[in-house]
Nanobody, 127 residues
């Protein structure tokens, strides 16, 4: 059974930092592209960041939404089957539910069409 479990959300002041974690089970971690998405109230789910393993799993490459470049960093720990999203210099517009996703196909993941999704963790940034 595939499970993606997010944690690390919370309330933070503008300019603060949070680190989200996504524990993955039931998947071959290095074969999947992993991503973070977010959905604010009344808005559609949007892409935040994604990571994929390249070079036979020896290194990873990443991609970011323009709105978070330079502030957010996605990373993965294959030994722990966990993907992280380090969020720095948070802004009120970053307030949303954040979801972890996994799919073996990069393009489908980036298009928010991933096979697997977590339940989400809430991030609130106060001004």
């Amino acid at each position: 059974q595939v499970q993606l479990v997010e944690s690390g959300g919370g309330l933070v002041q503008s300019g603060g930092s949070l680190r989200l974690s996504c524990g993955v089970s039931g998947l071959t971690f290095s074969s999947e592209a992993m991503g973070w998405f977010r959905q604010a109230p009344g808005k559609e789910r949007e892409f935040v960041a994604a990571i994929r393993w390249s070079g036979g799993g020896r290194f990873w490459s990443s991609d970011y939404a323009d709105s978070v470049k330079g502030r957010f960093t996605i990373s993965g720990d294959k030994a722990k089957n966990t993907v992280y999203l380090q969020m720095n210099n948070l802004k009120p517009e970053d307030t949303a539910d954040y979801y972890c996703a996994a799919d073996p196909r990069w393009e489908r993941l980036r298009a928010a069409g991933a096979d697997y999704w977590g339940q989400g963790t809430q991030v609130t940034v106060s001004s």
